[in-house]
């Protein structure tokens, strides 16, 4: 599932959350949309919030062809990637 990044009043990151609490956030006008430099969607608090975060771990799977490599705090999964590695080519490229 895609979590929105959030920002505090103060600037400071927070947990991200769900795209529905977000929209919900913006609609009541508790949040504005947060512009970056990454193009990446993002809001920040306009009222005062709690500043708790949970921990995050970053996992990496290696392997030959692919690698996967995941963000994950307690509650959810926060980000996925499955990257293709160039050896595949490389190694085919070869014997063709």
Known sequence: MYRVPVISKSGKPL???????ARRWLKE??????RNDLQQFA??????AGTKTQPI???IDPGKLFT?????????TL????????????FWGQFS
């Open 15 to 21: 947990m991200p959350t769900k795209p529905s609490r």
């Open 57 to 59: 771990t970053v996992g």
């Open 43 to 48: 809001i920040q608090l306009t009222v005062d």
């Open 79 to 90: 980000f996925t990637a499955h990257l293709e590695l160039p050896f595949r080519h490389l």
């Open 68 to 76: 996967g490599i995941g963000g994950q705090s307690v509650k959810a």
């Open 29 to 34: 006008g508790k949040a504005r949309i947060y």
